[in-house]
């Protein structure tokens, strides 16, 4: 019965695996008119590390939207829409994007379209 139970606490601690990409991603707090820039450091199917112009305090529920490139997928490039909630926030030294963000995805949802225009 101990092995059973060790095994559950392992899985359970266990991280997501994280993928490196770098792509722009645009946020917001959820409901807020007007979105920010960012740049995805990396991302897990529950999270995002990402580089912030604009501070988003931790607790805020947040929506981000940026395109999967097609080297993720067999898929075309598709917009993904997620929702979370912000989980850290840490300053750097970059002027440009002088926060990174992270933040849980809870939601998210694909968006197909003809990309190539845009």
Known sequence: MSHRRADVTAFKSQ?????????????????ADTWHDGRIEN??????????EHPVAVNTPVEMTFV??????VEPPAELICRG????AVPTSRKRRPLTLAATIVTYRFRRQDLSHH
């Open 85 to 88: 909630t912000i989980v850290r």
């Open 43 to 52: 991302i897990s199917e529950s999270g995002m590390l990402f580089e912030a």
């Open 15 to 31: 991280r997501a695996h994280r993928y490196p990409i770098r792509v722009p991603v645009r946020y917001r707090s959820r409901g």
């Open 68 to 73: 999967l490139p097609a080297t993720m997928s």
